[in-house]
């Protein structure tokens, strides 16, 4: 028998999906194995544009075509990354909830998101009149570190929630 | 499924891995890794990103075959992805071995472990084989072929398997 909820975070774990998922043996695995797989190619992807941005050629591609052939691929398996990782929250949920690297990596996943938005709202739309030049504008290169810098930083968290989830109270 | 896994373990702990691992977890490296908290985490980190970066190139390969990446030719696709690919399991092995020294019975006392290895030769295998004809075909056609595109889609498959064996090694009934 679980415990009578305190509070919010207890009540989305005990919901009978975060039971379900918390007691099975295959369940939360397999969730993040998904996860994991969405989660690499999220990071794969966006990869491959941030360090065109910053200058890593490597070869004779646009920015803005690796960018078409790559975006829908992320967005995808952003949304898959998502949806898993909702599912492994819904069932540790109150323990995610007090640690510290758990609400890190949430934080460096909103401020990736900002830093996408703000860069493509801005720099990316003159993009046809830069991509060409040796050198990108500065704002461009400062957009693809900053981007690499965030999501090694969820990669760290995430492994690092790994570590220590259940060592907070 | 369980019960095969447990058997594989036993088989290995008979095997001269156990001792083998057992020696590594004894080395002045192992040691050095199981008293810093963090050494583990940062070789998974590392680990992952390498993953990232062969995911990529697999994905990149197969949308250029499949003919959804249509900005570079079949032989620049191939010989692009190929290095990322070449880069990407230099950092896998790297991370791998590293890991394997800082948690030596974990690792190689797991059946998900041997799994993946398996699974992992066979994939850079492929891929090798598949980069090659991809830059032979890209020399005279543009355009892949069903055995190309059957290849290319196994390559995928592969690497879902060698994540899925990869994230495993934590469950494993040993």
């Known amino acids: 028998m679980y415990p009578e909820p305190e509070n919010i975070w207890q009540q989305i774990e005990y919901s009978s999906l975060g039971i379900t998922i918390a007691e099975s043996t295959w369940m939360f695995p397999t969730i993040e194995t998904i996860h994991v797989i969405a989660l690499v190619t999220v990071i794969g992807t966006i990869g491959l544009v941030d360090l065109r941005l910053v200058g ?16 829908p691929w992320t967005w995808g398996a ?23 690297y758990f609400l890190v990596k ?25 991509e060409l030049d040796p050198s990108f504008p500065p704002a461009a290169k400062i957009a693809g570190w900053l981007s690499l810098v965030f999501w090694l930083g969820v990669v760290f968290c995430g ?11 | 499924m369980d019960d095969l896994l447990f058997e594989f373990t036993e088989w290995l702990r008979g095997t001269p891995v156990t001792e083998l691992s057992l020696w590594i977890s004894d080395t002045r490296a192992s040691e050095w890794i199981a008293m810093h908290f963090w050494a583990i985490p940062i070789f998974q980190v590392i680990h992952i990103l390498s993953i990232s970066a062969s995911v990529a190139a697999v994905l ?29 399991l230099l950092g896998l092995i790297c991370s791998g071995f590293l890991m394997i020294v800082g948690e030596p019975v974990r690792e190689l006392v797991n059946p998900y472990f041997w799994v993946k290895m398996i699974l992992l030769v066979i994939g850079v295998t ?21 055995g190309t595109k059957a290849v290319a889609l196994l390559l995928v498959v592969l690497w879902c398997m060698i994540i899925w064996c990869g994230r495993w090694i934590a469950y494993a009934p040993v």
Request: overall charge positive.
């Open chain 1, 78 to 100: 952003f949304a898959l990354a998502a949806i898993t990782g909702g599912l492994l929250f819904i069932s540790k949920a109150s323990s995610y909830m007090i640690n510290p």
């Open chain 2, 126 to 146: 492929v891929a090798v084989l598949f980069a090659k004809a991809l830059g032979r075909q890209g020399a005279t056609s543009d355009v892949a072929g069903g």
């Open chain 1, 159 to 169: 492994r690092a929630i790994g570590f220590t989830l259940g060592i907070y109270f």
């Open chain 1, 56 to 71: 890593v050629k490597g070869h004779a591609l646009r920015v803005s075509q690796i960018a078409a052939d790559t975006l």
């Open chain 2, 60 to 88: 990149m390969l197969n949308l250029r075959v499949f003919g959804f990446a249509g900005h570079a030719t079949l032989a620049e696709s191939a010989h692009r992805y190929s290095r990322v690919l070449w880069w990407a």
């Open chain 1, 106 to 130: 949430m934080g460096l996943l909103a401020l990736a998101g900002m830093n996408m938005m703000y860069f493509h709202l801005t720099t990316w739309r003159t993009v046809n009149h830069w």
